[in-house]
């Protein structure tokens, strides 16, 4: 019989809950009730932080603690040092100069795009040491397991006098990482654009939050999922077209989410018109798991949609989502409710398509948006552009992609990859080996920062066709189906005709013609709207266009 | 306040949306349009090449002879795609040639009024003082042409008119803007790459439009009219512009008024650009205040 350990000394449980309460009377001299005095905000931080301690950051995809984030970076590295800092985004200058000063030392993070070349640097000159890059829904993960918060700092746009918040439409992740600390005894910090009476609803409750202070100025917040339609060229429509009957159609998507950027706008401004014309409507695209698209208006004012989760909001698109409660989740007070970490649970389980853009392909599928002298991360892209095999529902989409062998068969999510054979300057993005790869060693990564694996991709898209990579049963068949779609790329140019009509046959490969798409009506006419304006036209006025957007 | 009819506005055909060639063509009557010195002519700038630039066979510039509700006209469009419609030694020529024909057949008997069409950021700079030269000989034309008939010049937007052609545009004898359309002399990034982003932001999308816009131009009588971005509009005000024919005294003649509108602004304390409508219209100089 194996020994038991039997323990001889009485463990003390509640430690955290006593460095909590340490924590907060420390600060009482800044402190009146639970609200801090902003002119003393730093040295607030000061008083409740300790050396050492693992510190949450609110820094989502588009709000920001900025306010905590300053007076954070603020902090005397003699009192405040060798914080180990958790940042889905690093966004903001301020977060690279806690690891500048010493404030910080470790840091946790998802994606680091406006900051990506600093952050290089930094890991370079050994100022910061990389716990991991993650993925969005990874990070929050672990504030759950071992990567649980001290203290969260976070923003909101408002707090009553109970410390209840209303999170305005980017409820994001607020709610996911003041969970993590207010249960662990971990001590939350908010910063509020405004102090009121009442609030017109309660997004996280009074009792998980300790201290609230008024931000001089309201938190930061970036538009990133609007694009302009003028920017939209006929590349762009035609691969559209071609997405629209070669999966969507096809395969009966009626779930899905797109990711950021020109090709899947073009999509959504599509189908009212093409998809319209091809009768479409009702039949495909009725569920979202998405963001605020202002490109969506169209698709939603034309009876296309039936419902979207977001995972933040947009601004500019507050008013119209207010007026549009059967399509968008919206909270007593008519305001869009969106939580980022349950929108990626839907993207992953509740899908059947996700479809983004990439910067670079393999011959093998496996694709990346890491640019050399770049450390990006990864943001939530992995997370979405993956076949969960948790997934046990059925649904048409999932079932049409049929795997395995009896009795083991599964369906899988479609991750459809969409890019033009050539990025703007003439670069191929189709290529031999991915940046990625480079970017890796240089970091001292274990594995190469791959945003979506090659066997995870069932189509990928360009201007020439679609390749339905699911359908292949070899890794040479995956790689040829690739470079029949690759245009003159190098990866294109190794394969000939005859190989591609026979990868034609057997359904590998649809080139247009295939998929019945006339390649000449691939013009901006068939956008639904081809402007800001349009789209402000088409919300009837609802919609109001941040202001580096208007061009009148 | 109007309600904005939304639907109409969905309904409408975009004159922005076109090029330079469809532009021209869109203004001109149906079926009368013949475009001279197409790019079938390959008439090139020859300087492009030499510096690395892929140049195009109209060279950017879109001549279309036509009729204009009826009565003979002239249309040049200046292509925005092409070089940021920079105005070149052939692209210049080509403009200027067509104004001092319209002069020509004006006095021969054929009344030819001309519109220009005007995305252009001004003289191109790879053809630095030959592109200088040709457009100072499109002024030049423009003055020989509009002592007999009207030019029209449009600026429909997205580009806008900056740098030397914006004093071609300054000569015209109206000027059509839609509210996306800017005009003037120095571009937002020049301004801020000069005078620092303090001076002006130019990321500032609203400080830009309540300078540059249509609205403000129009509304401070540096433009004339200001139209819907529609094709159907833009025609109905380049035939009304056409028809109300030679103005008593043409704007870039009128210095007392221009001149009272400088000293009425403190460079050291200017307006608001909401403001300056108003400023001016007390000073005497006319806009229509919107």
């Known amino acids: 019989m194996a020994a038991t350990h039997v323990p001889t000394t009485t463990r003390d449980w509640t430690r955290r809950r006593a460095a909590k309460r340490e924590r907060l009377a420390a600060v009482q001299p800044f402190v009146s009730g639970r609200l801090v005095d902003a002119d003393h905000m730093r040295d607030a931080l000061q008083a409740l932080l300790r050396p050492g301690d693992r510190v949450a950051l609110e820094g989502d995809n588009q709000k920001q603690a900025d306010f905590l984030a300053e007076a954070l970076a603020g902090c005397d590295p003699d009192a405040v040092h060798d914080l180990h800092l958790l940042i889905s985004s690093i966004s903001l200058r301020d977060h690279l100069d806690l690891f500048e000063r010493g404030v910080a030392r470790r840091l946790d993070f998802a994606y680091a795009g406006p900051q990506s070349v600093r952050m290089a640097q930094l890991l370079a000159d050994g100022k910061v040491e990389v716990g991991a890059i993650h993925t969005y829904v990874e990070l929050y993960a672990r504030m759950f397991v071992d990567l649980i918060p001290d203290v969260a700092l976070l923003c909101a746009e408002q707090a009553d006098r109970d410390g209840n918040l209303y999170t305005g439409p980017s409820t994001e992740d607020t709610p996911t990482i003041a969970e993590a600390t207010a249960f662990s005894d971990g001590v939350t910090v908010v910063q509020v654009n405004e102090l009121v009476d009442e609030l017109p609803r309660v997004d996280i409750p009074g009792d998980w939050v300790d201290l609230v202070v008024r931000s001089p100025r309201p938190f930061a917040l970036e538009p990133l999922f609007t694009r302009d339609p003028r920017h939209i060229g006929q590349v762009e429509i035609l691969m559209a077209m071609i997405a629209l009957r070669g999966i969507y159609e096809r395969h009966q998507v009626t779930s899905l989410n797109h990711g950021i950027g020109y090709d899947t706008a073009a999509i959504e401004l599509l189908l009212p018109t093409y998809g319209e014309e091809l009768g479409l409507r009702g039949k495909i695209c009725r569920h979202w798991a998405l963001n605020p698209h202002p490109t969506l208006i169209p698709a939603i004012e034309s009876g296309w949609v039936e419902s979207v989760h977001c995972f933040g909001g947009e601004p500019g698109t507050e008013r119209y989502v207010a007026a549009r409660p059967d399509v968008f989740f919206t909270g007593r007070d008519g305001t869009l409710r969106s939580n980022r970490v349950l929108c990626q649970l839907a993207g992953q389980y509740a899908v059947d398509l996700f479809i983004g853009s990439s910067l670079q392909i393999d011959a093998a599928a496996n694709s990346s948006t890491v640019t050399e002298g770049r450390l990006t991360g990864f943001g939530g892209a992995p997370n979405m552009g993956h076949d969960p095999h948790g997934r046990r529902h059925p649904s048409p989409a999932w079932l049409g992609l049929l795997t395995g062998e009896a009795p083991a068969l599964r369906g899988r999510k479609l991750v459809a990859q969409i890019t033009q054979t050539f990025r703007t300057g003439g670069t191929p993005a189709f290529v031999e080996t991915l940046d990625a790869i480079t970017v890796g060693k240089d970091a001292e990564m274990p594995i190469p920062p791959i945003m979506i694996y090659g066997d995870d991709v069932s189509h990928v898209v360009t201007e020439e066709g679609v390749a339905y990579l699911y359908r292949a049963t070899s890794l040479a068949e995956r790689r040829e189906a690739v470079a029949a779609i690759a245009g003159a790329t190098p990866i294109g140019r190794g394969i000939d005709e005859r190989r591609v009509d026979a990868l034609r046959r057997d359904g590998l490969v649809a080139l247009p013609e295939d998929l019945k798409v006339d390649v000449r009506r691939a013009s901006r006419s068939l956008l639904a709207a081809r402007s800001v304006e349009d789209l402000v036209a088409w919300s009837g006025g609802l919609y109001d266009p941040p202001a580096r957007f208007r061009t009148w | ?290």
């Open chain 2, 1 to 290: 306040m109007t309600r904005t009819d939304w639907q109409a506005m969905l309904r409408r055909t975009s004159f922005i949306e076109l090029n330079a060639r469809q532009r021209a063509r869109a203004l001109l009557d149906d079926g009368s349009a013949r475009e001279l010195c197409g790019p079938f002519d390959r008439i090139e700038s020859p300087w492009l090449e030499p510096q690395g630039v892929v140049p195009q066979s109209d060279d950017g510039v879109v001549v279309m002879k036509g009729a204009l509700d009826g009565d003979p006209a002239v249309v040049v469009a200046v292509e925005q795609a092409f070089q940021g419609g920079g105005i070149g030694e052939v692209s210049g020529v080509k403009m200027a040639t067509a104004l001092s024909l319209a002069a020509r057949d004006t006095r021969a008997g054929t009344p030819t009024p001309a519109v220009l069409l005007l995305e252009t950021g001004g003289v191109r700079l790879q053809e630095a003082n030959l592109g200088l030269a040709a457009v100072a000989e499109v002024c030049s034309a423009i003055l020989e042409l509009r002592a007999l008939q009207p030019v029209v010049g449009v600026i429909a937007g997205s580009l806008g008119c900056y740098g030397g052609m914006s004093i071609a545009a300054a000569l015209c004898t109206r000027l059509i803007m839609t509210e996306e359309a800017r005009l003037g002399l120095n571009g937002p990034e020049v301004i801020e790459s000069e005078a620092g982003i303090e001076e002006f932001d130019a990321s500032d999308h609203p400080l830009i439009w309540s300078l540059d816009g249509g609205r403000q131009r129009v509304g401070t009588g540096l433009a004339d009219t200001l139209v819907l971005d529609d094709v159907t509009a833009l025609r109905t005000a380049v035939i009304d512009a056409v028809r109300a024919g030679m103005p008593a005294e043409q704007r870039s003649r009128r210095i007392k008024e221009l001149r009272a509108a400088l000293e009425a602004v403190d460079p050291a304390r200017p307006p608001e650009p909401a403001a300056l409508a108003d400023v001016w219209a007390r000073a005497g100089a006319k806009g229509d205040g919107r």
